[in-house]
């Protein structure tokens, strides 16, 4: 299956930031929503962030506030800008898209985000 491409940082500090950007290839076209997910050790995968297609934006309590996910439907990009880190962000995070009008997810292939001082 297709496969989104990321990139970014992957090391960050207590307070400090990292920024992840996730790229969609060319064969997919049109999508309901982005998103940002992430798995910690020992830990179900969880929504940290989404956009949907008419804009709108949901985070999930613990990053409100701190992260920012940013769509573009047009540029086929997304970006999460995680500010004021916390050890507890620390996790293998996903980029992941909602195909239109199938419904179908793609994702990423994972990376891990490490918050360390």
């Known amino acids: 299956q297709v496969q989104l491409v990321e990139s970014g940082g992957g090391l960050g500090q207590p307070g400090g930031s990292v920024r992840r950007f996730c790229a969609v290839p060319?064969?997919?076209?049109?999508?309901?929503?982005m998103a940002w997910h992430r798995q910690a050790p020992g830990k179900q995968r969880e929504l940290v962030a989404s956009?949907?297609?008419?804009?709108?934006?949901n985070y999930e309590d613990s990053v409100k506030g701190g992260f920012t996910i940013n769509g573009d439907n047009a540029k086929k990009l997304v970006d999460l800008r995680m500010n004021s880190l916390k050890p507890e962000d620390t996790a293998i995070y996903y980029c992941?898209?909602?195909?239109?009008?199938?419904?179908?997810?793609?994702w990423g292939q994972g990376t891990q985000v490490t918050v360390s001082s």
């Open positions: 060319g064969s997919i076209f049109s999508f309901n929503a």
């Open positions: 956009n949907s297609r008419s804009g709108t934006r």
């Open positions: 992941n898209v909602v195909h239109y009008p199938t419904g179908v997810n793609f």
